[in-house]
């Protein structure tokens, strides 16, 4: 059965349209089984292959926003070291400070 040029796969649904995002095909979009890799493995290419130019080029903008995403989550690692050394010391300074009050508050009594 087809539905402006969707069809229904083995399983009886209603094809997904999916993006590959291997190297060879990266970005490059196709329909597949709703039920993944679990069903009848319905394939078909919906876009042209990419030609060598646009395949190196999403592959490159591809590995750079892995480097950004590697960037993010060592800079987060830091950061969390940071801030809980920024909340011990926080908490020492309030002690600190109540001590303090409770000393003045003692001494103007
Ligand atoms: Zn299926």
Known sequence: M????IQKCDCGEWVVQRVAW???????????CVNG????NYFRWFDPPVCDNARGIICGLLRRIKEHENEIERLKAVHKNELQVLKRRSKWFKSVVFVVVFIFAYLML
């Open 37 to 40: 890799r679990n069903g009848c």
């Open 2 to 5: 087809e539905r402006g040029g």
């Open 22 to 32: 291997t190297e060879l095909n990266a970005g490059r979009r196709f329909f597949g």
